[in-house]
């Protein structure tokens, strides 16, 4: 069998990434395949021997003579900064970039040994970089070589940040499939904050409240709960070090999601007082609702484009090996392209329902053709 041949890149190696995690070893999977040479390092022995073992480079220990080209930070938020500083120390011929979500005070560590040292290249040399992606799973043995395609890659250059080390961040972006943008630091701290990290601990809270739920309420959960509380299984001190790190934007936003909060309670404990059309409490449900209905619709939709209205179709799905595969097969030979997909499972149950959401100009042939093929679909009223 012939090779694939690996897609032309801009990104020129040697690259070193130091920190074999999740992002680490992604990285180093994904410009492997397209012929790069990449080195790993990171302070454990045991994470850096897996993600050699997966493919994502060879340790930076056995080849003492690699001069990498570009340094990529993968380590955890909390040792970024110190890190950056002594890859730039380390290797005076590289630009350095660093994949943390956090990125003032790696800039502001960056600057700051720049002026101790009297050494303007540090910070010339350095262009942050947060690839907005990941997984609930940590490790080298969750990494994938897709992980970043598609995905917002901000490039937070600084004043002082030379334009050919821009240059290389950029290019390393696009070449793993991420899609560059450039902010500064503390707009993508307030940014992220808004978007990544306030959501992050709203999940665990509401998450924490099943910890002493009884079984029967557990049993009745559904896919909404499930949505809700999906990222609350991400990893704690992974977490912990990312909130510190932004400690105050994030504080910022759950005090004003703390202001909606008192204000709700306040009405709803007004109506379980007085009765359910009493003391305001419709209006401010309605007002909470509402807003979130407003936020929702300003999220961008597929491939970052304006959000698209989709049709819903519902479907009963077996719970059998391959019948999620006949039916994406089946809708292909229709010629409907399922644009999303929501999974929902009763417990207890031999089916689950898949709610596929296509163009609803095609709604009403899907439905027919899926039904004339035997699929039970799940009709909605009006």
């Known amino acids: 069998m012939t090779p694939t041949p690996a897609r032309p890149i801009a990104t020129a190696g040697p690259v070193l990434i130091i920190g074999s995690g999740l992002l680490g070893a992604s990285l180093g999977l994904c410009l492997r395949a397209s012929g790069v040479d990449v080195y790993l390092e990171d302070a454990s022995p045991t994470a850096l021997r897996l993600a050699q073992d997966i493919g994502a480079g060879t340790p930076l220990v056995d080849a003492p003579d690699a001069r990498p080209r570009l340094v990529v930070v993968a380590t955890p938020p909390d040792v970024v900064d110190a890190c950056v500083v002594r890859a730039l120390a380390a290797h005076p011929q590289a630009v350095v970039t660093d994949v943390a979500s956090v990125k003032d005070a790696v800039v502001e560590g960056v600057l700051d040994e720049a002026a101790r040292t009297g050494d303007a290249s540090l910070a010339r040399r350095y262009v942050g970089s947060h690839p907005m992606a990941g997984r609930e799973r940590s490790g080298a043995g969750a990494a994938d070589a897709d992980l970043f395609y598609g995905r917002p890659w901000v490039i937070v250059s600084h004043a002082q940040s030379s334009p050919e080390a821009v240059l290389a961040v950029r290019a390393l972006a696009g070449d793993v499939g991420g899609v560059a943008l450039e902010m500064d630091a503390r707009t993508h701290d307030r940014c992220v904050a808004l978007v990544s990290h306030a959501p992050q601990l709203v999940s665990s809270m509401l998450a924490a409240r099943l910890v002493d739920a009884p079984a029967e309420a557990l049993g009745l959960a559904g896919q909404g709960l499930r949505d809700t509380a999906r990222i609350a299984a991400s990893d704690p001190r992974l977490w912990t070090a990312i909130l510190a790190g932004n400690a105050g934007p994030v504080a910022e936003i759950l005090a004003a ?12 404990e007004a109506a379980a007082e007085r009765g359910p059309l009493r003391g305001g409490s419709v209006g401010a449900v309605n007002r909470v609702m509402e807003a979130g209905n407003r936020g929702v619709a300003r999220i961008p939709g597929k491939h970052g484009g304006a959000p698209s209205r989709y049709a819903e179709l519902e479907v009963l799905i077996p719970d059998a090996p391959g019948e999620l595969g006949r ?13 999303d997909l929501v999974l929902e499972h009763s417990a207890g149950q031999s089916v689950g329902l898949a709610r596929v959401m296509l163009d609803p100009a095609r709604l009403g042939d899907a439905s027919a053709e899926l039904e004339r093929r035997g699929w039970r679909i799940i009709p909605h009223a009006g």
């Open 257 to 268: 999601v703390r202001a909606d909060l008192d204000d709700l309670i306040v009405h709803l």
């Open 327 to 339: 039916l994406f097969t089946e809708l292909g030979e229709i010629d409907v392209n399922i644009e």
